[in-house]
């Protein structure tokens, strides 16, 4: 029998070395798949993320068949290096020759395809899937083995071969997914996407307009003043009580009021009937719940209530969808009314302005994990009822105190940081009264 030539073996080496550079490259790139992409593109009907998605179903299974392809090739490798080293230069080589093809199947078998794999997995990972998904069928019986002691032994350390390795992104990953996305989505799509992941967090109170501003149609007042109310008002849907906001009886839309009016017709009788009936909302409700709440009662404006039943506040869809897709208007006067811009770039704020309004619009970072109004910022954060000329820092936003009435700030002016100095809006600096 003639001995296989050294042209042969050398070519058999070169092949071997070849096919462990694939195991080794459809190794790493079938790990390093995107999941949530590769789910995209099977279900877009791509034929090579589709049997990718099938192999990648069972990770022992495809682990299994590229480990015992990789070391069935490299150990033939190895033999048939030994065997030319042995043939041509005699036992004193063999040791050299097992050095030479340690260097040789680490540079070109492992780490140079393996760190293409990991810059372009998908260039890999769909073409092995063709080769890879028949050579699991044809060594299943071995690769089944395998997997069975391996399962085995994993077992006996408490870690369960089934468990689901497509695992779900929790809200903060996909928030970080969002912000890596760069220009592969928009800026104002992006803050909209983070948006919409932040109204779990916020709840009713944090944006409903406070008990005290509610602007609604008193039955106890005289028709001529309820006309005025009706015809100079900005809202459009009105709030219907007798005398007192927790007497309230329905929810009034202007558009229903004005033909009444233009007829003569106008009368608190007709108001009465042509009134919704009220829907309340318990606080602490998350905004995301409220939400759905809203489409499914079919309504877009609802009264927050206590655990005793007494009237906190109006919301309105509106005031939702503005967390999410921002103010509908840019002009800071028509959107916070309670905030004036003043020729040296501070601003003059009200006692009762919204702090999440404020940094929505004004694009600031005071505080909101406390109180929701900067009256109560101020208050909690110095324990006392400040007086006039009394100066304070939070997140670097410089707050100096020009009115209080009634045991309350009324007026105080705000000066902003420069933009890359501002802080994180639930981190708070010491306080600095002069």
């Not at 070519?11 to 995209?40: C, D, G, K, V």
Request: negative net charge; charged residues 20%; hydrophobic residues 45%.
């Amino acid at each position: 029998m003639n001995e296989p030539s050294a042209l042969i073996l050398i070519s058999a080496l070169i092949l071997l070395i070849f096919l462990s550079a694939f195991f080794s490259a459809s190794e790493t790139a079938m790990m390093r798949l995107n999941r949530y992409r590769l789910r995209h593109l099977a279900t877009s009907g791509h034929r090579g993320a589709r049997r990718a998605a099938q192999l990648l179903e069972r990770p022992d299974r495809l682990i299994g068949i590229i480990l015992l392809g990789n070391n069935f090739v490299n150990i033939l490798a190895s033999s048939i290096s030994t065997l030319i080293a042995l043939r041509y230069f005699g036992e004193a080589w063999i040791a050299a020759a097992a050095g030479i093809l340690t260097f040789i199947i680490l540079i070109f078998a492992e780490l140079t395809p393996k760190t293409m794999a990991a810059l372009h997995p998908e260039t890999i990972a769909f073409p092995a899937a063709y080769v890879l998904k028949p050579l699991l069928l044809v060594c299943y019986p071995m690769v089944w083995l395998i997997n069975a002691i391996a399962n085995g032994l994993l077992r006996l350390v408490g870690i369960s071969p089934e468990e689901d390795a497509m695992q779900q992104l929790s809200s903060e990953e996909l928030r970080t997914v969002v912000n890596e996305a760069g220009a592969l989505i928009p800026k104002k799509h992006q803050k909209m996407l983070l948006n919409i992941l932040d109204l779990e967090k916020v709840t009713v109170d944090d944006i409903m307009v406070p008990r005290n501003e509610i602007v609604g149609i008193d039955l106890g007042e005289s028709e001529e003043e309820i006309v005025q109310l009706i015809t100079s008002c900005q809202y459009t849907r009105l709030p219907l009580y007798h005398d007192d906001i927790d007497n309230v009886t329905g929810i009034l839309h202007i558009r229903n009021v004005l033909p009444l009016i233009a007829r003569g017709s106008f009368s608190k009788e007709r108001l009465k009937e042509i009134a919704k009936e009220p829907y309340f909302v318990p606080e602490g409700t998350p905004l995301t719940t409220q939400l759905l709440n809203f489409q499914r009662h079919k309504t877009r404006v609802g009264l927050v209530v206590n655990e005793y039943g007494e009237i906190e506040g109006l919301i309105t869809l509106e005031d939702i969808l503005e967390e999410i897709v921002g103010e509908f208007t840019t002009d800071i006067a028509e959107t916070i009314k309670d905030v004036h811009l003043q020729d040296d770039g501070s601003f003059l704020v009200e006692g009762s302005a919204n702090i999440r309004a404020l940094n929505r619009t004004l694009n600031w970072n005071l505080p909101t994990t406390g109180p929701k109004t900067l009256n109560g910022l101020i208050t909690e954060y110095l324990e006392s009822i400040p007086a006039p000329a009394t100066s304070l820092r939070i997140n670097g936003y410089t707050i100096e105190i020009l009115q209080t009435a009634e045991n309350a700030v009324k007026t105080a002016r705000i000066i902003p940081p420069p933009l890359e100095e501002r802080e994180a809006p639930d981190s708070q600096e010491s306080a600095q009264q002069k």
